[in-house]
């Protein structure tokens, strides 16, 4: 099993990025997925998740500004990020577990990305 993120990078204050997640070794239609985040010297945080019926929640942080979605037809998992603060600012990682959960709960995913960094920075 394996997890390929992609899209970070430097962004000004109220910027867009689209992060990427590409899985393999499973069935991308059966696993829960989300987006977790670390700053160095803070938790991690989750941030989205996506259950395998379609089914979604996110951080109150970045509720109204981040989205999270699937492309099947891809087999790739997205994360859109609009309006971007500096308190954005951390690597992002992606994960999976083979449940039907919707779960911020890093400790509910077995399998993860390296992660990619997002900075949002004048």
């Known amino acids: 099993v394996q997890l390929v993120e992609s899209g970070g990078g430097l962004v000004q204050p109220g910027g867009s990025l689209r992060l990427s997640c590409a899985p393999s070794?499973?069935?991308?239609?059966?696993?829960?997925m989300a987006w977790f985040r670390q700053v160095p010297g803070k938790e991690r945080e989750g941030v989205a998740a996506i259950n395998p019926l379609g089914a979604t929640t996110y951080a109150d942080s970045v509720k109204g500004r981040f989205t999270i979605s699937k492309d099947y037809a891809k087999s790739t998992l997205y994360l859109q990020m609009n309006s971007l603060k500096p308190e954005d600012t951390a690597m992002y990682y992606c994960?999976?577990?083979?449940?039907?959960?919707?779960?911020?709960?890093?400790?509910?995913?077995?399998?993860w990305g390296q992660g990619t960094q997002v900075t949002v920075s004048s």
């Open positions: 994960a999976a577990e083979s449940r039907l959960w919707l779960s911020l709960t890093g400790t509910n995913y077995n399998y």
């Open positions: 070794g499973f069935t991308f239609g059966d696993v829960a």
